[in-house]
């Protein structure tokens, strides 16, 4: 039958030739081809011990930032949860109470703040609607787990330690 | 009863009864010459003419006298006259004067819009986005008060307030007695109760429908939800002190608040009463009615661009122009 799109490519099958039929020649070709790979440089990585030099504008993992004075950006206006096109966003607003000044920079915070990362496409949306400053995608990329539930991405993860816990990490290590 | 009146509102011409303000004739036309207003209510006797944005230019007064008005005028509180010519959107002097008054509203507006409960529904938002410009020129502080709660369920935020005085005309309609006012004059004009005393009146809650921006809150709503996630939906039960028609606005199987039910214009059709407003929120306690319609461009209908912003490629090209022609008359609202 003839094509109707005229875009149909028919391969054109010869009988092969005695040096075809062969097969070695083509073989000790492939196995040369592989054998020169060995000498070359490896365009692999053993990710995570080693990582590759990510770009200037790579979208990883979310972070949930602190100001200078080290309280959390977020205040729980919904506007990242709205842009996202995948739904991924999810959060619980609270109202920050006396003494809790030194925590949140707003009167009100997210209580709760998920991101689911099996549903995030790292568009960057989140990052784009933010009007506090509060959430850039600048981590790396998200480990893998075994199960779903541990996709979905709380405050414990997403928040950026705050500089005393940072001092205090070093601490540990040093 | 007089016979009807014509005015022309920006090149259309409509018949009014007289005593009608330019406003409500406005109204009548429907559409985008309606000049947005801030403090005018309908349903409050005596509101209008504090927030200057509902400015129009008069281009001729009348058939009598047609001279044009030598300022801008508001619209709410002038009367039509016979043959009257108003210029809203087509008088660029209209538009600036506008973008001015937006300017001078936000002077003392916190721009607190991520907390704010009221973002999503706060006609300023909305008229500051349709009208204003991005910056501000203003250089000092802001002025700020502390949070006031009017009885246990409404909340006084003076700081966002823009003193239109629509919840003092409410408190003065439902009730005999003055409770709420303004104090001091000027830039420290505050909206207060009489000595912090409770307004506890059965229709109290009203002043949270009738306020423009977010000063006067649910209390039973703050913090729980943004306005965009919720679904309104139209619901009435059978209430003995007012009529019971209401908006539900819910999430998931959850009634998170209860308003009453709004127009076009933001102004709701009957006062509701406090126990239908803060105590009835559950779905049994209501007949559903059907989902409240959305506006094309509100925020809870998020998402759809109303106005196709063509690409340059396509603005020179008429091939391409002739081409995108479907695309072009969706974009006409």
């Known amino acids: 039958m003839e094509s109707l799109s005229g875009r149909k490519k028919v391969l054109e099958q010869k009988p092969m030739t005695f040096m075809e039929r062969i097969y070695l020649p083509a073989i000790f070709k492939g196995m040369g081809i592989t054998f020169m790979h060995m000498f070359k440089k490896k365009e692999t990585t053993y990710y995570p011990e080693q990582e590759r030099e990510f770009s200037e504008n790579w979208r990883g993992m979310h972070s949930l930032k602190r100001d200078e004075n080290g309280k959390e950006r977020c205040t729980a206006c919904g506007l990242c949860a709205l842009s996202c ?12 109470q006396k003494g809790e000044e030194h925590l949140y920079r707003e009167e ?5 703040y998920e991101i689911n990362m099996l549903r995030c496409i790292f ?28 996709f979905i991405y709380g405050k414990d993860k997403l928040v950026e330690l705050s500089i005393t816990d940072l001092e205090a990490q070093k601490g540990v290590l040093a | 009863m007089s016979d009807k009146i014509k005015v022309t509102i920006d090149g259309i011409p409509v018949e009014v009864s007289p005593g009608t303000t330019i406003l409500n004739a406005a109204r009548q ?28 230019k008069v281009s001729k007064g009348s058939d009598k006298d047609p001279r044009p008005m030598p300022k801008l005028i508001a619209s709410c509180r002038t009367t039509v006259m016979d043959g009257m010519e108003v210029q809203n959107i087509t008088s660029p002097e209209v538009v600036e004067a ?31 986005f349709d009208h204003g410009s991005q910056a501000t020129r203003y250089e000092f502080d802001r002025r700020t008060f502390d949070k006031i709660d009017i ?23 439902i009730t005999n007695t003055r409770l709420h006012g303004i104090l001091n004059r000027g830039d420290h004009s505050e909206i207060s109760t009489y000595i912090s005393k409770a307004v506890d009146n059965d229709f109290s809650g009203n002043v949270i429908d009738v306020c423009p921006v977010g000063a006067l809150t649910d209390k039973t709503f703050r913090f729980k939800n943004r306005v965009w996630f919720t679904k309104p939906v139209e619901a009435h039960r059978n209430c003995p002190t007012c009529t019971g028609k209401v908006t539900l606005w819910y999430k998931g199987n959850e009634v998170l608040r209860v308003t009453g039910r709004k127009d076009t214009y933001g102004e709701v059709a009957d006062f509701i009463c406090n126990t239908c407003r803060f105590d009835k929120k559950a779905t049994s306690d209501w007949v559903i009615e059907g989902p409240t319609k959305v506006a094309r461009t509100s925020v809870i209908n998020s998402n759809h661009y109303d106005t196709l912003q063509p690409l340059p490629v396509i603005k020179k090209n008429l091939v391409l122009m002739a081409a995108n022609k479907v695309e072009f008359e969706k974009a006409v609202k």
């Open chain 1, 85 to 96: 096109p995948a739904e991924a966003i999810t959060m619980t607003s609270a109202e920050r």
């Open chain 1, 108 to 112: 009100k915070y997210a209580a709760v």
């Open chain 1, 123 to 150: 568009c960057g949306l989140c990052e784009e609607a933010c009007p506090k400053e509060a959430i850039y995608l600048d981590g790396p990329i998200v480990p893998s787990e075994f199960l779903r539930k541990d």
């Open chain 2, 29 to 56: 036309i429907g559409g985008d010459i309606v000049p947005p207003a801030m403090c005018y209510y309908s349903k409050l006797e005596g509101s209008g003419g504090k927030c200057r944005t509902c400015l129009v």
């Open chain 2, 98 to 128: 506008r973008k001015g008054v937006v300017e001078m509203l936000l002077i003392n507006h916190p721009l607190d819009c991520p907390v704010c409960d009221q973002a999503g529904e706060c006609h300023l938002q909305d008229l500051a």
């Open chain 2, 151 to 173: 009885g246990d369920k409404i909340q006084l935020h003076m700081t966002r307030c823009i003193l239109c005085y629509r919840c003092v005309f409410v408190a003065d309609q």
